[in-house]
């Protein structure tokens, strides 16, 4: 009788929510993104239903199409899990979702998740804050849409602590250059993370003004800050952890 | 062998992450806060060893003997569970001890927790950015510390997007009237969310210029933003979603 749209976290299926979990063994259907780990997706049972609705590129499912089709299902009473990566109030567009059902009086909940914008960085031992060294953290998208609030760069300069960037790889250039006019130092260390908390994991650290030339690939999470050279452990994944 | 630095997110025992689950489920010793939900506690097996260093009024245990006896434990070769609400590198001070731990070369690893800083507002319904409203979130500590980095608070009010308060009780009033004096707006929305995700909670809606006088209890998180306004869903734990 109830859609839920729940967390899928970065990609480790550790990094579920209890929760979660037991939604997915639970539901009826499973409407889920592209970018969920493949872990994660095997955790639905065979006899459940599961509708991929990932934005590929070339064949985008409309943002609309989504909500409508949750809508539908949610009105045939059906126990529905929409599943997205990380959280679905980071950059999840859950609220989008909500707001539709809420609208058309279909029963929905929100189930928080692991965030990669802060599991990311872990995973690479970079704490996002840090006493003597990092404050704040904003998260911050640097996928350019018409719609959206524009974010004043120069002005976070200015923040102090940790800027960490989702969805920025194509944009990284531009943002790093917009940074550093408004007061940050070239030389601020700078990380990314590539396929966090997967097998495919990749970390590097580089200085700001050497960002636009990086080579990275997306998905990536980019942290700026002195927190950024920081390296506090070594990636193991939980499962590891339990088996050592 | 090793110690964990595990986030037991923000109290509601749906909200733990299976991995987190399962190493208090297999742990030895475990370390906590004052700030952990009951119910997440009554996870903890009666069998295994219970340390609280909650840090509570009038009797602080200081963060360099939580180190140490972090340091102590792992050189015992337990299994310890180091349990942290939220997460341990978003103003858990897990950096801090984890640094400790390499120096001392203690195996230990991080295992993220849902932050309260996003599950609070999403349990009031509030989705931190959204399409429209808020491409960017900063999260910052209201807590002053000497030794802590600086926040400008009046550049954090020009960046646009949602700013999420925590540990902002004490400090509401001194830090709305920077961010006003900033540029943010007086009529700014501004939600209060008390003992987020526990049968405790209490939601409110103010303007930023109200929230100096606005009577609320620590612990407390703060949304100041266009999306505080918002409210997408009603309060429901992940247990009674579930049962329903």
Redesign the interface.
């Known amino acids: ?2 859609v ?1 749209l729940v967390g899928a ?1 970065p990609g ?8 979660a ?3 997915i063994e ?1 539901a009826e259907v499973v409407v889920h993104d592209a970018l969920i780990g493949d872990e994660v997706l095997q955790l639905i049972p065979p006899r459940t239903e599961r509708i991929d609705v990932g934005k590929r590129p070339g064949r985008p499912v409309p943002q609309e199409n989504i909500s409508a089709l949750l809508v539908e299902l949610g009105r045939q009473g059906r126990r529905v899990v929409r599943l997205k990566g990380g ?5 999840g ?4 979702e ?2 539709a059902l ?1 609208k058309a009086g279909v029963d ?8 990669s914008s ?2 990311a ?3 690479a ?17 640097g996928h350019r ?1 018409r ?6 760069w120069r ?2 300069a ?4 940790t800027i960490v960037l989702l969805m920025g790889v194509a944009n990284r250039g531009e943002i790093a250059e917009e940074l550093i006019t408004g007061g940050l130092a070239s030389s601020t260390p700078t990380a990314t993370i590539e396929s966090a908390t997967t097998p495919n994991e990749v970390v590097n650290r580089w200085r700001l003004d050497e960002l636009a030339a990086a080579p990275i690939c997306a998905p990536a999470v980019i942290v700026i800050g ?2 950024a050279a ?1 390296s ?2 070594d990636v ?1 994944s ?2 590891e ?2 088996a ?1």
């Not at 959280?87 to 950059?91: G, V, W």
């Not at 929905?108 to 965030?115: D, K, S």
């Not at 200015?158 to 602590?161: K, T, Y």
């Open positions: 009788m109830t839920a976290g480790d299926p550790d990094l579920l929510t209890v929760g979990a037991r939604l639970e959280d679905p109030f980071l950059f567009r859950g609220g989008e909500a707001l809420q929905f909940r929100i189930v928080p998740g692991i965030t802060i599991a960085p872990a995973a031992g970079i704490p996002v804050t840090h006493r003597g060294a990092s404050a704040a953290v904003t998260i911050v998208t849409q719609t959206e609030e524009p974010v004043n002005a976070l200015s923040v102090g602590g002195p927190v920081l506090v452990c193991l939980v499962s952890l339990a050592s």
